[in-house]
């Protein structure tokens, strides 16, 4: 319950800043906000997961997480204003690449938001059937972008 508290704060900051980024933020403002999405987008995995492994996963959550995300997914585009990148001056995974291709980058948007579209209405219909392949789709969309567009973690 404590966890579900946090990501409903989380969320509520998505809203918050995703207002703000569009209101004008600087670049390393739109940086810790789009950090911000990205953390709860991994709390919704987080609990998607546990989910999985529970050996008796509710749909509930799921429908709560999938819905979670597809309105991150919708949100999206919005997370990257021109000059959040790292000339910004702030600490920023985000590649330069988002900015020199965006188209390339908005077809990667696109990806994520047929999928946590799908993965909503998997969930939605009580399909337990079809969440397991959907949330897969939405993972991959996740990588596809990440792989080209984020920086790698160094090691």
């Known amino acids: 319950m404590m966890r579900h508290r946090k990501f409903v704060c989380a969320l509520g900051v998505f809203m918050i800043a995703g207002t703000a980024v569009a209101a004008g933020m600087t670049g390393a403002e739109a940086v810790k906000a789009r950090q911000a999405h990205m953390k709860a987008l991994g709390a919704s995995e987080k609990i998607l997961v546990e989910q999985i492994h529970?050996?008796?996963?509710?749909m509930a959550v799921f429908k709560v997480e999938a819905a979670k995300i597809d309105d991150a997914a919708k949100t999206l585009p919005t997370w990257f204003p021109v000059g959040s990148g790292p000339s910004s001056g702030a600490k920023t995974k985000a590649l330069p690449l988002i900015w020199t291709d965006p188209a390339g980058f908005a077809d990667k948007q696109k990806a994520l938001s047929v999928a946590a579209a799908k993965f909503d209405a998997a969930t939605e219909a009580g399909d337990?059937?079809?969440?397991?392949?959907?949330?897969?789709?939405?993972g991959a969309a996740c990588k596809g972008c990440h792989d080209t567009y984020k920086a790698k973690d160094k090691t």
């Open 128 to 138: 337990p059937a079809a969440v397991g392949p959907a949330l897969r789709e939405v």
């Open 54 to 58: 529970s050996g008796a996963p509710s």
